[in-house]
């Protein structure tokens, strides 16, 4: 049994807490990762109780300087041989060492302040870092997507749909394809940051503090915009924390699809690129193995970014208003996904760098067939109805397949007898480079939009530098 005079809430109780239940119900191993969220909330708590008249300016200060020398200790790696068994999390760790730090002076910092509000303002203080410090390695992933598409704009490859070759496209408008669906990414967690920039400190366990502190100011000195609106939604609220992991979890997933085709483009049997030794693995028996591991932790990962939202989404919904204990279970999912897609950004980061694309290769593995819209297209300049012309295109490609002839060779005598309307200028469409001029309409894969694509991925990250 452990010693209930450890215990800042042990009044109401008769016996101690068993060490089992201490040790189900202790989260410091977990959240001690917000100390110095948790030093810079209880700074401003100490002014606020001091504009209260709470405190006097010489209590605050002695406050204050405790808690710095606490967050010293923690920077200087001299804190954590400090913690005891019976700190129930980092707030009632700090509580304590500010006592030993400055007294029973100690005692009056929690005035008009729950655990309930004070762990929430320190989550969302961490969240709000953690989400800068995201945006900047997701600027560094889009600018090295940017530098590949801009390195890559005059490589033609097979744009693909069910894995079969489909139509020809500039790799530089794949690449931007990847930009432009995490600029989105990007935005997206512009947007969380902004409507969850509230300051949920004030409101109490439930009915908000019992003192005339202002609110406005100590969000403003929290670094939010704004105090929450009401104090059940301000201690209850982890919206910010499912939208967080969604958006955490979406990242994982659209660049898991492209790991996923750089994996298959690596293969021997593509070819199409090739992974810089730093960002591949060996194999332990086969010596001649290099694999594409970086990628496949890449697409592996994900599962678990998945998995991070789902396991905290089942927990929130059962939970009713204002807070249990089962929100504990906040933090650890969030940290996860956090620290996964930092790293994950950054390895993608590195491999897109140092990548190699195989131009011979990927010029000599396509299809002619992948003009087969542009001659249907062709026809229906001419003034062929669309399905019309998709019917005697695919006549065309049954031929070639029946007679093993090469669609980009054939005669014009040969393409009369499918239809009189072909005259000598169909030759012409049956060039890649000439086909991908015809796609040059707004976000299509044609040179001209294409450089228009490279303006606005340059233009993005200008705004965001």
């Not at 790696?77 to 500010?98: C, I, N, Q, T, Y």
């Not at 070759?165 to 669906?181: D, G, K, N, T, V």
């Not at 409507?195 to 004030?202: A, F, K, M, N, Y």
């Not at 996904?337 to 790293?343: C, D, P």
């Amino acid at each position: 049994m452990s010693d209930k005079k450890n215990k800042m809430w042990d009044g109401r109780f008769g016996k101690p807490t068993d060490k089992l239940m201490e040790e189900f119900n202790n989260s410091l191993f977990v959240d001690k990762i917000f100390i110095e969220e948790d030093i810079f909330g209880s700074i401003a708590w100490a002014k606020a109780l001091f504009g209260a008249g709470v405190l006097t300016k010489n209590e605050c200060e002695n406050i204050k300087k405790g808690l710095e020398k606490i967050l010293e200790k923690h920077k200087n790696g001299k804190l954590e041989s400090e913690f005891l068994p019976s700190d129930e999390d980092v707030h009632m760790a700090v509580e304590r060492l500010l006592g030993v730090e400055i007294g029973d002076l100690a005692k009056k910092l929690h005035t008009g302040r729950s655990r309930n509000d004070q762990v929430a303002t320190d989550f969302r203080l961490f969240a709000k870092n953690k989400r800068a410090l995201l945006l900047k390695d997701l600027r560094k992933f889009l600018e090295s997507v940017y530098n590949r598409a801009l390195k890559d704009k005059n490589v033609i490859i097979a744009g693909y749909t069910h894995y079969q070759q489909a139509q020809p496209i500039l790799l530089s408008h794949y690449w931007l394809s990847l930009f432009f669906l995490m600029k989105r990414e990007y935005e997206k967690l512009e947007n969380i940051d902004k409507i969850s920039d509230v300051s949920p400190l004030g409101s109490g366990a439930i009915a908000g503090c019992g003192f005339a502190i202002d609110r406005f100011e100590l969000a403003k000195n929290l670094g939010f915009s704004s105090p929450s609106e009401n104090s059940i939604d301000g201690v209850a609220s982890r919206d910010f924390v499912l939208d967080t992991l969604h958006n955490l979890a979406s990242i994982g997933i659209s660049l898991s699809r492209y790991a996923e085709d750089l994996i298959v483009w690596s293969t021997k049997e593509f070819g199409y690129v090739e992974l810089d030794d730093a960002w591949s693995t060996g194999s332990s028996m086969m010596p001649q193995k290099k694999n594409p591991d970086s990628l496949e932790l890449i697409r592996g990962k994900t599962g678990r970014l998945i998995g991070n939202y789902t396991r905290f989404a089942a927990t929130l919904k059962g939970i009713g208003l204002s807070y249990f204990k089962d929100l504990q279970e906040d933090k650890e999912p969030l940290i996860d996904s956090f620290k996964t897609v930092e790293i994950t950004l950054r390895v993608f980061s590195n491999v897109l760098d140092t990548l190699t694309i195989n131009e011979k290769i990927i010029e000599r593995t396509l299809d002619p067939f992948l003009l087969a819209t542009d001659i249907a297209d062709y026809l229906v300049k001419k003034g062929m109805p669309f399905r019309e012309a998709h019917g005697v295109v695919g006549k065309i490609v049954a031929f070639c397949v029946e007679k093993n002839k090469k669609f980009n060779l054939l005669e014009l005598k040969e393409l009369k007898e499918f239809s009189p309307i072909f005259e000598n200028d169909v030759l012409s469409f049956f060039d890649f480079k000439n086909a991908l001029k015809h796609r040059d309409v707004y976000g299509a894969a044609g040179p001209i939009s294409v450089e228009k694509q490279l303006s606005l991925a340059k233009e993005f990250l200008q705004n965001r530098g």
